[in-house]
């Protein structure tokens, strides 16, 4: 299966229980059901379906901030049998897309430092290291938050 066999869609209540168990078997510290509730209206809450499974997701949403709004990429993640396809950049770019469609000039996200492979995945996307925050992860990991600037990101537009 190819991203370009994927179809990737706005996101529907019904997707929500198939997104909590990529959530679960993508990260040691999963969101609860409830937090994608909230986030379901977000601009850039996206999944990734083939053969009517969800088989990856994208939470960002879109912060006004003075003319300047800013993208935040909240959580992607692909299932474990469907990764290593290139459907996680395929889910970021059209992500990126619905947070410049939506107004936002930048975007940011936060990585955890010994994620070497999503980090590899943002820096061919044109994600720079910003900072780096000490004991982001409740394991103690620090994070490093990355951003891109929308109007000079050309891999998805």
Do not use: C, Q
Not at 51 to 61: E, N, R
Not at 64 to 88: F, M, Q, T, Y
Not at 131 to 149: H, K, M, Q, S, W
């Amino acid at each position: 299966m190819t991203p370009a066999e994927a179809t990737i869609r706005s996101v529907e209540r019904a997707d929500l229980l198939a997104v909590l168990r990529i959530e679960r078997a993508s990260f040691d510290d999963p969101w609860p059901y409830g937090a994608f509730e909230r986030l379901i209206d977000e601009p850039a809450f996206l999944v990734a379906e083939h053969d009517g499974a969800i088989i990856g997701f994208l939470v960002a949403d879109v912060t006004p901030n003075a003319g300047r709004d800013i993208g935040h990429v909240k959580d992607l993640a692909v299932s474990p049998e469907s990764r290593g396809r290139g459907l996680g950049r395929a889910l970021l770019r059209a992500g990126l897309v619905r947070l410049r469609t939506a107004g936002a000039t930048v975007a940011k996200l936060e990585v955890r430092e010994g994620n070497d492979p999503a980090r590899s995945l943002y820096a061919t996307e044109g994600f720079e290291p910003v900072r780096r925050v000490e004991r982001y992860y409740e394991d103690g990991e620090d994070a490093l938050v990355l951003a891109v600037d929308l109007g000079e990101w050309v891999h998805g537009g």
